[in-house]
């Protein structure tokens, strides 16, 4: 009576998961070494992991290779593949990070992984065209005035929030894969902004005046009520120049929910 | 002339496995001939420069995909969300070829990204046949299914010739045959190679693979793993020369996914099947005359 298939693949999923052969075994020709099957075992946390370490860089880097695998396993066992592609795989990590024991010698590891990840969903993201000067004029030309607009950030672009100050040392980790010196990270919440100009992801550190302008507008509101939030925040805000420059960089397109889904 | 076929002439060069360290000189590339192979689920992204090179070097080369995670032989059948997003990039890129393996990875929600083995029995042989048709129907083409490297032998109901050609008769799918896969499933099971090349129709195949393999780390030469990380091997060369003479001339296809070295290095492995398709063209010819 040949083995039934899904009973296999069942007892295939355990070993894969415990690393015990157990049934498994009874499926093979007499007197074949059963420890071949760790050819597939391997093959699958060399995949996800070999993943993790080309998802989560400055983590890596961080931590060096022989410590990042060990916890990328770990985090492979809790936190399995669902799709049949490893693109973007790992998105629970930072918040796995948060969890584990070396996040309390390094406080700020999670908020490194949320940087990998914010700079892995940019790079992937949909293009789009951004507004110009001219495509804004045209906007202005039909609605009667710019205000009134419904304009978002470029799907190309998402803002992370960490509790620990370190875009920049995360910029130097991701450049050089070191630090050459020690640095000091201060403990105070930074919000940054991650988003792709042309082949190249660009991140800056946002003021606290900047981020309300922006969750303003991911939360749907026109550039008007946006300005309004954001000198709320700061009087001195100063909206002309600084939408000139959200233009000049490339970070706005017209608001639709499509695009407003990304963020 | 079926449709492998039919497809399979515009391709009747060999190419090689595309990877991003090797996009502006592939796409530069005058190359006689040149095609390019992509991993389906390396393109299942919205945007930006990855997607943007694939569809510049598509302009100037014919492409084929190859999925490595659909899970065609699973217990369920490929997942609908995979399906429609292979469909978008074959609507996308009209690729010369599609293809996939005749291999399980998915069980439930949870993808074990490796390609697993399935036991040669009438049950798993009609998991297969549905996974393929749904497939297919699914990206609205045909595919070819490939053979898989076996590493240990599992209780079967028929050998591994006469189950793939089933489910290309039941599916209307083509064979893709990977020569180094068949080299280690021979070495590594005692499977005889030739014979299984011998057995297949020539008609149902559209595509050859070759790749390089390593010893394990424990078991040494005595057990081959297909890593994609060497050169391709001389026994392997050997066995394609064996392929395309009892075949007849096919799409070569150079496979390399690790410790990938620089776009000419690879280009100058694949002059070796360059010279060997040419070779057998010339045999063909002579044939013929």
């Known amino acids: ?176 894969g070191r630090l050459d010196k020690a640095v000091e990270l201060a403990r105070k919440p930074e919000q940054t902004l991650l988003w792709r100009a042309g082949p190249a992801v660009l991140i800056r550190a946002l003021p606290a005046v900047e981020f309300v302008f922006f969750s303003s507008l991911n939360e749907g509101l026109s550039i008007e009520e946006a300005a309004e939030n954001a000198m709320e925040e700061n009087t001195k805000f100063d909206i002309d120049s600084f939408f000139s420059n959200l233009i000049a960089a490339g970070l706005l397109s017209q608001s639709t929910e499509q695009f407003r889904s990304v963020l | 002339m079926n449709a492998v076929e039919s497809v399979s002439d515009n391709l009747l060069t060999s190419g090689i496995g595309l990877k991003p360290a090797h996009y502006e000189q592939a796409l530069v590339s005058t190359a006689a001939g040149l095609w390019f192979e992509v991993h389906t689920e390396n393109y299942f992204i919205e945007g930006g420069q990855r997607l943007s090179y694939l569809r510049q070097i598509r302009e100037r080369f014919p492409i084929s995909m190859h999925g490595v995670g659909a899970s065609l032989g699973g217990p369920s059948l490929p997942d609908r969300d995979h399906l429609a997003k292979v469909r978008r990039l074959v609507d996308q890129l009209q690729p010369t070829l599609v293809s996939e393996h005749a291999v399980w990875s998915r069980l439930g929600s949870h993808y074990f990204a490796e390609l697993l083995p399935i036991p040669r029995t009438r049950d798993a042989l009609q998991r297969l046949v549905d996974g393929v048709d749904c497939y297919q129907d699914a990206i609205g083409r045909t595919i070819l299914i490939e053979n898989p490297t076996n590493y240990l032998s599992f209780k079967s109901e028929m050998d591994e010739v006469d189950f793939l050609l089933e489910v290309c008769g039941r599916t209307g799918c083509g064979f893709l045959l990977d020569v180094n896969n068949l080299y280690l499933s021979a070495h590594n099971c005692g499977l005889d190679a030739r014979e299984y090349i011998r057995s297949l129709p020539a008609q149902l195949i559209g595509e050859i693979h070759v790749a390089g393999f390593s010893p394990d780390e424990k078991f040494g030469n005595q057990l081959l793993i297909d890593s994609h990380a060497m050169p391709v091997d001389e026994s392997v060369w050997k066995l394609l020369e064996f392929a395309l003479e009892h075949l007849g001339p096919k799409p070569v296809l150079l496979e390399r996914d690790a410790d990938i070295p620089a776009f000419n290095v690879l280009m100058q492995e694949r002059q070796i099947a360059h010279a060997i398709l040419i070779k057998q063209g010339d045999k063909t010819h002579a044939a013929c005359v």
């Not at chain 1, 296999?8 to 415990?18: G, I, P, Q, V």
């Not at chain 1, 052969?21 to 099957?37: I, K």
């Open chain 1, 1 to 176: 009576m040949p083995p039934a298939f899904d009973d296999f693949t069942d007892a295939f999923a355990r070993f894969l998961e415990s690393g015990r052969v157990g049934q498994l075994a009874g499926y093979c020709e007499p007197g074949v070494n059963t420890e071949l099957f760790n050819i597939y075992r391997n093959g699958y946390f060399r995949s996800t992991i070999d993943t993790l370490v080309s998802n989560y860089p400055a983590v890596h880097a961080l931590l060096g290779d022989e410590l990042f695998r060990h916890l990328s396993k770990q985090f492979v066992a809790q936190f399995p593949p669902a799709f049949g592609s490893l693109v973007g795989y790992g998105d629970e990590f930072a918040m796995f990070l948060d969890d584990a024991d070396i996040s309390r010698q390094l406080p700020y590891l999670p908020d490194m992984a949320r940087l990998d990840r914010g700079w892995l969903k940019v790079f992937f993201a949909a293009d789009c065209e951004p507004l110009t000067p001219v495509s804004v004029t045209a906007l202005i030309n039909e609605s009667g005035e710019a205000g009134s607009q419904h304009i978002a950030l470029i799907p190309a672009s998402t803002i992370v929030s960490l509790r620990y100050q370190i875009t920049d040392v995360w910029q130097l980790l991701k450049a050089k």
